[in-house]
């Protein structure tokens, strides 16, 4: 069974500054990678995704997350946060192959906190 | 609407008691996924449809859950003689196509469950 590791519960960030938001996920074969964004009394929206190809992937709102097979990780990065990315982000990931391949799991998400 | 539906958005239920939840996916959509998030946890799977079809239930706690979609759109979750251990938000989310899950998939606002 797959599983996804957030390393941070919560990251205070100043409004532009950088942030990372750290996930790694248990090796498998193939995998698809997924970061999700909850926004206060809101579902959940879709960011980005790899599912093959380039490793550097670029999601909305000026998100992007790298592939690192090696690393097993999915690291979630933007250059200069506002206000408004004040959310919690969710990792998830899915099998690439086989027939359990539509069952995502996610990590326990981490909460961004922008101040002014 | 356009969205993914669900109802109630809150219920508060004494031990005991029986419990339906409701999800109206977006239309046309083929895949639907119920899924429960405790209080500072990821979401969690708990079951797949694809059309009126329930692919995989692995992920029910108990037998005491049960979900169905009986004409492939609308589905409801039945959570009977609730537990404590059951108050969580349940997220519905359904995306276009069926089988491997390499597409988005689109989240409802929760209903949160509440048992005293």
């Known amino acids: 069974a797959q599983s996804v590791t957030q390393l941070d519960s919560q990251v205070p960030v100043f409004e532009e500054a950088p942030v990372e938001l750290r996930c790694n996920y248990s090796?498998?074969?193939?995998?698809?990678l997924f970061w999700y964004v909850q926004y206060p009394n809101q579902g959940l929206q879709l960011l980005l995704k790899?599912?093959?190809?380039?490793?550097l992937v670029k999601g909305i709102n000026g998100f992007e997350a790298e592939f690192n097979k090696s690393q097993t990780s999915f690291h979630l990065r933007k250059p200069s946060v506002h206000i408004s990315d004040t959310a919690e982000y969710f990792c998830?990931?899915?099998?690439?192959?086989?027939?359990?391949?539509?069952?995502?799991?996610f990590g326990k998400g981490t909460k961004l906190s922008v101040i002014p | 609407g356009a969205g993914v539906s669900q109802s109630p958005r809150y219920k508060v239920a004494k031990r005991g008691q029986d419990v339906a939840l409701r999800c109206d996916p977006i239309?046309?959509?083929?895949?639907l996924f119920w899924y429960q998030q405790a209080l500072g946890q990821g979401p969690e799977f708990l079951t797949y449809?694809?059309?009126?079809?329930?692919?995989?239930k692995s992920g029910l706690p108990s037998d005491r859950f049960f979900a169905e979609r009986p004409e492939g759109s609308v589905s409801t979750l039945k959570i009977q003689r609730t537990q404590q251990e059951d108050s969580a938000v349940y997220l519905c989310?359904?995306?276009?196509?069926?089988?491997?899950?390499?597409?988005?998939?689109?989240f409802g606002e929760g209903s949160r469950l509440t048992v005293l």
């Open positions: 239309s046309g959509h083929v895949s």
């Open positions: 790899y599912l093959s190809g380039s490793t």
């Open positions: 449809f694809q059309n009126e079809a329930q692919l995989d």
């Open positions: 989310a359904s995306s276009l196509r069926g089988g491997t899950n390499t597409g988005e998939l689109f």
């Open positions: 998830a990931v899915s099998d690439g192959t086989g027939a359990g391949s539509y069952q995502l799991t």
């Open positions: 090796s498998s074969v193939s995998v698809y």
